[in-house]
């Protein structure tokens, strides 16, 4: 079955340390990886997707299949990035995801 | 494009009372989806829909929950009889092709007195 796994419920880094948001998952096929970003009281917004390989908000994921994880990690924390992020899997080819549950993440100034 | 609309943003009702979330998606998007975000489960995908026909209800809770898309562009999550336990906030999220990720709504807060 599909699971995935955020270990971490709470997340504090003061602004300008480096963030790391960890991400595991099982799955036996060929997965597709997100992370999804909620601001307070707002919409869950796509923030990256694996296969696109981009930087968005300073922020990068990479897949590892062999440690199956795809954490977020991003240089220099900014009070902006003070949110709740979710890691999510879909089945290669397929629309359904299924999300982690979530790490809140709080940039201390 | 707007994004997917939800309506309400929010709901109050009265616990036994019928409760009618919408939800319109992307233009093009040929899938949406329903779920529920609580702080003690997180969230949860109720349901979804592809070309408007239902694919998977799993994660409906009870019978209480039924959801409808008679086109491509409306779809509703109906409670009916409410019940506290369901206060929550209820996304809608709508997709296009595989890989490209889903796009969600606001959310319509819920709250069953």
């Known amino acids: 079955a599909q699971r995935v796994t955020q270990p971490e419920k709470l997340l504090s880094v003061f602004k300008g340390a480096p963030v790391e948001l960890k991400c595991n998952y099982s799955?036996?096929?060929?997965?597709?990886l997100f992370w999804y970003v909620q601001y307070s009281r707002q919409r869950l917004q796509l923030l990256l997707r694996?296969?696109s390989r981009e930087s968005i908000k300073g922020f990068t994921a990479d897949l590892n299949k062999g440690e199956t994880s795809f954490h977020l990690k991003k240089p220099f924390a900014q009070e902006e990035d003070s949110a709740m992020y979710y890691c999510?899997?879909?089945?290669?080819?397929?629309?359904?995801?299924?999300f982690g549950q979530g790490t809140r993440l709080t940039i201390n100034p | 494009d707007a994004g997917v609309i939800q309506s309400p943003r929010h709901e109050v009702t009265e616990m036994g009372q019928e409760v009618t979330l919408r939800c319109k998606p992307i233009?093009?998007?040929?899938?949406l989806f329903w779920y529920r975000q609580t702080m003690m489960r997180g969230l949860e995908l109720l349901i979804y829909?592809?070309?408007?026909?239902?694919?998977?209800d799993s994660g409906m809770p009870e019978d209480r929950f039924s959801a409808k898309m008679p086109n491509a562009s409306f779809s509703t999550l109906k409670i009916q009889p409410s019940e506290p336990r369901d206060s929550a906030v209820y996304f809608c999220?709508?997709?296009?092709?595989?890989?490209?990720?889903?796009?969600f709504g606001p959310g319509t807060r819920l709250t069953v007195l």
């Open positions: 829909f592809n070309n408007n026909v239902p694919i998977d």
């Open positions: 999220a709508s997709s296009s092709l595989p890989g490209t990720g889903q796009f």
């Open positions: 233009s093009g998007h040929n899938s």
């Open positions: 799955y036996s096929g060929s997965p597709e």
């Open positions: 999510a899997l879909s089945d290669q080819g397929a629309q359904k995801l299924v």
């Open positions: 694996h296969i």
